[in-house]
């Protein structure tokens, strides 16, 4: 069975910087494209970034100069690294993996941004 877990939501002051992990139960390669997403009280969930198998990246204007997604194949696991947070980052986040048209959701982690 596929599972997504993610791992390093928190609280952190503006200006701070978070990793989160996405750890993958599967081989990474049979990953087709990996997402970030982000869902805020009240808010329509947005796609933060994306990173495919050929390594492309591509980023929500909202984020892009400050986030950082990246794959580390040995350990099954993708990143999503935060720099220069701001309070309109807080949010669930949630990495997602599609695999051939099938796709999978880990369960979310906080990310708290104080002002």
């Known amino acids: 069975q596929v599972q997504l877990v993610e791992s390093g939501g928190g609280l952190v002051q503006s200006g701070g910087s978070l990793r989160l992990s996405c750890a993958f139960s599967g081989s990474i390669f049979s990953i087709n494209v990996m997402d970030w997403y982000r869902q805020a009280p009240g808010r329509q969930r947005e796609l933060v970034a994306t990173?495919?198998?050929?390594?492309?990246?591509h980023y929500a204007d909202s984020v892009k100069g400050r986030f950082t997604t990246s794959r580390d194949d040995a350990k099954n696991t993708v990143y999503l690294q935060m720099n220069n947070l701001k309070p309109e980052d807080t949010a669930v986040y949630y990495c997602?993996?599609?695999?051939?048209?099938?796709?999978?959701w880990g369960q979310g982690t906080q990310v708290t941004v104080s002002s």
């Open positions: 997602a993996a599609q695999i051939r048209l099938t796709w999978y």
């Open positions: 990173i495919t198998s050929g390594g492309s990246v």
